[in-house]
């Protein structure tokens, strides 16, 4: 499911080609012999953070989004929420950060919320603003990400 707009298009199609071979990357990755934290090199200026932690409580998230790269998070275990908007209906929170690719945004009256499970990825584009690592109702459970960063130029 994805939904845009026509002023969009050109980045869109630079950027399906581009997720794809980040998805067909993906399956064939050993996520296992991967450590926390550490930063993983492709070709394109594409790398993905691997990431592995508790979910946080919905109060203690913050919704962000970036200008030079979209973001395609797949989740491998465990399971957490992630909520969206559109950064043209959102307030900034501070100014962005061009240094770090961040800008945050104050919460929105409404946003789509997700249950992202193993398996499950979502592709941000530079205008999804999103608020990912909430719990997914229950006891928290330990999640193992990959975000993959994929230039949009």
């Known amino acids: 499911m994805e939904f ?3 002023a969009n298009a050109a980045v869109r199609e630079r950027l399906s080609l581009r997720v794809g071979t980040v998805l067909e990357r993906a399956k064939a990755l050993d996520v296992d012999g991967l450590e926390n934290g550490r930063r993983v090199e492709w070709e394109d200026g594409i790398f993905c953070l691997v990431q592995r932690y508790l979910p ?3 109060e203690a998230g913050r919704f962000e989004a970036h200008r030079r790269y979209a973001d395609v998070q797949m989740v491998f275990r465990g399971r ?3 909520f969206v ?3 043209d209906a959102l307030e ?3 100014d962005f950060d061009a240094e770090k690719d961040i800008g945050f945004f104050k919460r929105p009256a409404r946003a789509v919320e997700r249950i992202m499970g193993p ?3 979502a592709v941000l584009a530079p ?3 999103h608020m990912p690592s909430i719990e997914a109702g229950g006891e928290p459970e330990p999640i193992m990400k990959l975000v ?3 230039p949009v130029e």
């Open 127 to 129: 205008w999804d603003a």
């Open 4 to 6: 845009d707009n026509l």
């Open 92 to 94: 900034p929170e501070s």
């Open 148 to 150: 993959w960063k994929v």
């Open 119 to 121: 398996g499950d990825y």
């Open 85 to 87: 908007a559109r950064t």
């Open 80 to 82: 957490e929420r992630i």
């Open 56 to 58: 946080k409580p919905e």
